[in-house]
Every structure is written in structure tokens, then in C-alpha cells.
């Protein structure tokens, strides 16, 4: 049976933690070892991802690279899931993703599920904005709307195009959080994504704490909004707003005006 594989990067694709919790969460209710990895030393900035020394329980002192790391998880039905996750590169894109492209086929994989959150102006309150697309092969003509997003990307978008176009079934799955809570790890989005992850995996997915730690997480976003009457009125208008949309899914358009608030926020700040 052919095996799915499932990235994340973490960094500017990875808005509060959620794409990469996916993968950290698939790692602890599956068991899983690994199978491949693709070395730092040519694409990691290592001034921007430092890498890190610890001490074993042999006590031995050991260096941890910020390598991107393939790991190949058993659920207890279905096909098996490589998992794929490490630092968004800062060198050579191209060549990362034929590295991570080539390793993929040498294990079988046939479909791969792409995920990426986005800060955005969602209130935390209600259902954050989850979209979900199949890549299209760069020679296919596009002729939905809400594929023609024009504008930056992240390393996910260029390896989803690059399996894509060898014929590996690819499908993109994005998460809108909160611009205004977007400092700490948000489990209310890594829930958005593992239940879009679920319809694509036949074993169910076993969710443990996370439907408490994304209620606590609302409940702390709550008080602060109770505490500062600006933030209350603001989530108060998106809730308005979106609530009036009747919650639509995130489209093209609406992801590309989130990338344009996005930048512009990161202006704002730097």
C-alpha cells in the first residue's frame, strides 16, 4: 500500500505553531521512527535556526542540528504516513525540495498533504478559517478563482508544486489564526487542521488533550479581550463581520489579502 506523506515548516508558513503541531501531534499518538532526513548544512541559516546542545540520559553531551527530518508513522489502520518537518530553509529552495521530492519516492509515497497557517483577521471565538486545495500541475491551466492567489510564497507552496508536477497527488491545507494572539502556540488551529488531515486518513485520529487545551486557549484569549477594551471591540467587529459572511472558507482572494496584511504587519514591526 502506497504511503501518504505529511509536511510542515516552521517559521513564516507556521502561524502559531499549528502546521508543525500537526506533526508533532501525529508523533505522539502513532508510534513512529525515522526514515530519512535532509541535512541543514546547505540550507539552514544557522544565525537564524541556532542549533542546540543538550545533555542524553547517558548523560552524554550531543549537538542537535536543525536537520529536516522524515519520520514514518503507523496508524493502527490505512496506509502508513511519512511525516515531514524542520525549519523553513534560508538557501537553495529548489534544490531542498528535489532532495525531499527524491527521498519521498524512495519510500512509496503517492499522495502528499501539504499544511500552512496564516496570521489573518479571524476572531478567536469562532471556527478559525481553514482552506483546502488540490495542487495543480504547473502545465494545467487554472480557471478557479480561489486558486489565483499572485504573490510571496513559502517553501510549502514550492514543494507542493514540485510534487505536484511528478505526479505525486498534492493537496494544500491552511489554517487563518488570529493575527492579535499570534505570540504563543494556538491548539484551536492545530485542531482546525488535524480534522481537515482526518478526512484524508483513514485511522481515526486520536485527539487526547487537545480539544481541552484549544477551550483553555479561548477561555485565556477571552480574559484578555475582558482586560483591554480595544482588543474586546476589535474581536467584537470580527465577529460581526464574519458571522455576516455566514463563515465562508478561506478563498484565493481572501488568502491573498491575509499575505498583504501579513507583510504589512511585518513592515509595521520590524
Given amino acids: 500500500m502506497s504511503r501518504i506523506a505529511i509536511t510542515a515548516f516552521s517559521g513564516w508558513n507556521d502561524a502559531?505553531?499549528?502546521?508543525?503541531?500537526?506533526?508533532e501531534h501525529l508523533l505522539e499518538v502513532w508510534p513512529s521512527r525515522p526514515v530519512g532526513a535532509v541535512d541543514a548544512e546547505e540550507f539552514i541559516d544557522f544565525q537564524v535556526n541556532r542549533p542546540e546542545i543538550r545533555t542524553t540520559e547517558e548523560g552524554l553531551r550531543v549537538v542537535?542540528?536543525?536537520?529536516?527530518?522524515?519520520?514514518?508513522?503507523?496508524?493502527?489502520?490505512?496506509?502508513?504516513?511519512?511525516?515531514?518537518?524542520?525549519?523553513?530553509?534560508?538557501?537553495?529552495w529548489k534544490r531542498f525540495c528535489d532532495e525531499i521530492l527524491e527521498q519521498l519516492q524512495q519510500l512509496d509515497v503517492s499522495s502528499v498533504i501539504s499544511l500552512g497557517a496564516l496570521l489573518a483577521d479571524s476572531p478567536h471565538s469562532r471556527p478559525l478559517p481553514t482552506s483546502s486545495q488540490v495542487e495543480p500541475v504547473p502545465s494545467q491551466k487554472v480557471e478557479d478563482e480561489a486558486e489565483q492567489y499572485s504573490g510571496p510564497v513559502g517553501v510549502p507552496t514550492i514543494l507542493a508544486r514540485r510534487t505536484a508536477s511528478a505526479g505525486l497527488r498534492t493537496t494544500s491545507i491552511w489554517?487563518?489564526?488570529?493575527?492579535?494572539?499570534?505570540?504563543?502556540?494556538?491548539?484551536?488551529?492545530?485542531?482546525?487542521?488535524?480534522?481537515?488531515?482526518?478526512?484524508?486518513?483513514?485511522?481515526?485520529?486520536?485527539?487526547?488533550?487537545?480539544?481541552?487545551?484549544?477551550?483553555?486557549?479561548?477561555?485565556?484569549?477571552?480574559?484578555?479581550?475582558?482586560?483591554?477594551?480595544?482588543?474586546?471591540?476589535?474581536?467584537?467587529?470580527?465577529?460581526?463581520?464574519?458571522?455576516?459572511?455566514?463563515?465562508?472558507?478561506?478563498?484565493?482572494?481572501?488568502?491573498?489579502?491575509?499575505?498583504?496584511?501579513?507583510?504589512?504587519?511585518?513592515?509595521?514591526?520590524?
Fill in 64 to 92: 542537535d542540528w536543525p536537520d529536516t527530518k522524515l519520520r514514518l508513522v503507523t496508524p493502527p489502520r490505512g496506509p502508513e504516513i511519512i511525516t515531514v518537518s524542520g525549519p523553513e530553509p534560508s538557501l537553495h
Fill in 175 to 270: 489554517v487563518q489564526v488570529p493575527h492579535y494572539v499570534s505570540q504563543n502556540s494556538s491548539p484551536k488551529a492545530v485542531l482546525s487542521l488535524l480534522r481537515e488531515v482526518q478526512d484524508m486518513v483513514s485511522a481515526p485520529i486520536p485527539l487526547g488533550e487537545l480539544i481541552e487545551d484549544a477551550e483553555a486557549w479561548e477561555r485565556g484569549v477571552d480574559e484578555l479581550a475582558r482586560t483591554d477594551e480595544d482588543v474586546a471591540e476589535y474581536v467584537r467587529r470580527l465577529e460581526r463581520a464574519q458571522d455576516a459572511a455566514g463563515l465562508p472558507e478561506a478563498t484565493g482572494d481572501a488568502i491573498a489579502k491575509e499575505f498583504e496584511q501579513f507583510l504589512r504587519r511585518r513592515r509595521e514591526t520590524d
Fill in 16 to 23: 502559531g505553531e499549528a502546521a508543525t503541531g500537526v506533526i
